[in-house]
């Protein structure tokens, strides 16, 4: 069982800039894949970045070039800097781990931290 907590959201003007931090109870260098994910009230979760264990990224088009995600292996911490916020961006937002066991997937998931853009 992997254990994920979330921290770092707030309430920011557009324009701003917050990092969110998501850390894991065990070691992230033996999870396949690192993400974090958003979703508004009666919207479906969405991707916004994930981390391959290779450090390969991808980002949503919406947050490319603004959003930067990171892992430090050392403090098993996946990080999410996000630059030029904007109030489409107001959602709660999921860390999300996926451990590949043989052929077996296993997902775990935060408990997510709100983020609130203003105009």
């Known amino acids: 069982q992997v254990q994920l907590v979330e921290s770092g959201g707030g309430l920011v003007q557009a324009g701003g800039s917050l990092r969110l931090s998501c850390a894991a109870s065990k070691s992230i260098a033996s999870f396949n894949a690192m993400g974090w994910y958003r979703q508004a009230a009666g919207k479906q979760r969405e991707l916004v970045a994930f981390i391959r264990n290779d450090s390969y990224t991808e980002y949503a088009d919406s947050v490319k070039g603004r959003f930067t995600i990171s892992r430090d292996d050392a403090k098993n911490t996946v990080d999410l800097q996000m630059n030029d916020l904007q109030p489409e961006d107001t959602n709660v937002y999921y860390c999300?781990?996926?451990?590949?066991?043989?052929?077996?997937?296993?997902?775990?998931w935060g408990q997510g931290t709100r983020v609130a853009v203003s105009s």
């Open positions: 999300r781990a996926l451990v590949v066991i043989i052929t077996t997937p296993y997902d775990y």
